[in-house]
């Protein structure tokens, strides 16, 4: 048995019997203004963040959102996306279709303004994506893309880019995990499957997207998230997972590579009015300016004493400049 159908199997299981502890995250459930969630979505809320930021949902978006679980977060899109179709949501098992289908039915009882036909349910692959090209605004994936092997992982994001709009963004959750994990850990299915032993380093996970062509990366938040330990575990060492939130923007690729955003600012303390540093970024003085990486590598450089870099922060919230 390969390890996606390993995974095909444990998410038919979660599909048939909703289980809460398949994945958990230190994020709370939004219920905004007027959105009702239905507990059985909750229960099957198998993400280790959040996608669904009001920021990027702006104008009717086309939204896609792959591995659809129970529905919560198809169902928080449609919030702000409420038109035919408006929403489509994707995964490889029929069960899991079928679960959110009727979970749909209940979030409309809840909900007068939600529809079920907001959301367009499809069978498919992550990647081999049913989806034309540049046809949609915001593509979405919760713990999903750590569970694949490096292969398909390329297959996967080079899926997704390819259908996003020039500009689109894909938003994703995933464990992340910046110690080494032995072969043991690696090559188990079932802990692949649950969303552990697939976990990437967060640079080897920012390259994957940089190297399919997203011009800017945003690491939007940074949590903690499991623990795999000796007693339970082949490991002879406490192994820290982490999740992560990220958006990877279609934007053309710099010829001085990709913009990343991790939390850094420039903050110009000297006796000018600003600093201008003749490349696109002026600094007031005393007042912060998100920057990425690459600029708060290239102003460091200048040299200036009146200028304080801070360091990452694991959280970008946009209003930045690369």
């Known amino acids: 048995m390969s390890y996606l159908e390993t995974t095909h199997d444990v998410y038919k299981e979660a599909a048939l019997t ?12 939004w219920e905004l203004p007027g ?37 919560m977060e198809l169902l928080q899109f ?8 408006g929403v489509i949501g994707l995964d490889v098992v029929d069960e899991m279709l079928e679960a959110s289908e009727k979970n749909f039915k209940e979030a409309e009882e809840l909900n007068l303004w939600f529809k079920s036909e907001f959301v367009d349910l499809r069978k498919g692959d992550a990647m081999n994506l049913p989806v034309e090209d540049n046809s949609i605004d915001v593509a979405a994936q919760n ?20 259908v996003l709009k020039p500009h689109g963004r894909l938003v994703m959750s995933d464990p992340t995990c910046e110690q080494e994990m032995n072969e043991t ?7 692949r499957a649950l969303c552990l032993s697939g976990s990437l380093p967060i640079k080897d996970y920012v390259k994957m997207l940089t190297d399919a ?18 007693k339970n575990y082949d490991t002879d060492e406490i192994i820290y997972i982490e999740s992560i939130e990220v ?24 006796d000018e009015d600003f600093f201008d540093d003749n490349n696109g970024h002026t600094l007031l003085k005393n007042q ?18 009146d200028i304080f870099i801070s360091k990452s922060t694991d959280h970008y919230d946009g209003g930045g400049c690369c």
């Open 18 to 29: 909703p289980d809460v502890g398949l994945c958990c995250t230190t994020n709370p459930i």
């Open 185 to 191: 850990l690696r090559n188990d299915d079932r802990l």
């Open 35 to 71: 959105l009702k969630i239905p507990t059985i979505m909750q229960q099957m809320n198998y993400g280790c963040g959040s996608t669904v930021h009001a920021r990027d949902l702006v104008n009717d978006p086309k939204v896609l959102y792959v591995g659809v679980g129970g529905g």
């Open 213 to 230: 062509g997203f011009g800017t990366i945003e690491i939007r938040a940074r949590k903690p998230y499991r623990i795999l330990d000796p």
């Open 143 to 162: 713990c999903l893309f750590n569970i694949f092997k490096a292969e398909d992982l390329k297959k996967a994001i080079k899926e997704m880019y390819r």
């Open 78 to 85: 449609s919030y702000f996306s409420r038109q035919k179709g």
């Open 247 to 270: 958006a990877a923007i279609k934007d053309p690729m710099p010829e001085d590579g990709p913009c990343i955003f991790t939390g850094k600012a420039a903050i110009y303390f000297g």
């Open 288 to 305: 912060p300016l998100a920057i990425c990486d690459k600029t708060a590598g290239a102003i460091a450089a200048l040299g200036k004493e």
